[in-house]
């Protein structure tokens, strides 16, 4: 073979062995990003999680607050009632007591 051949076929040779090269730095600059993506998709689907647990630990302390409120409604009918029996009962036994 001549000289020229042999540096001809050395030359593809490292060309091929460049392009393989190539290749595999790509594929690999790939599952990167993909990667990098999916871990970018867990983080807003956790985000998305926790603003959800947020707003529903919203809706509990409102529903706690309106219980708590109707509880303090109902005492104070109930203390209301309590007032209005007594003073009744007193009424009757003075207009009792009067006659």
Do not use: N, W
């Not at 790939?30 to 529903?56: C, K, N």
């Not at 919203?58 to 009632?81: D, F, G, L, Q, S």
């Amino acid at each position: 073979m001549e000289l020229k051949e042999i540096f001809v076929e050395r030359a593809l040779v490292e060309l091929a062995v460049v392009d393989v090269v190539v290749v595999v730095v790509v594929v690999v600059v790939v599952v990167v990003v993909v990667v990098v993506v999916l871990i970018e998709v867990v983080v807003v689907v956790a985000v998305v999680v926790v603003v959800v647990v947020v707003v529903i630990e919203v809706v509990v302390v409102v529903a706690v607050v309106v219980v708590v409120v109707v509880v303090v409604v109902v005492v104070v009918v109930a203390v209301v009632i309590v007032v209005v029996v007594v003073v009744e009962v007193l009424v009757t036994v003075a207009a009792i007591g009067t006659s």
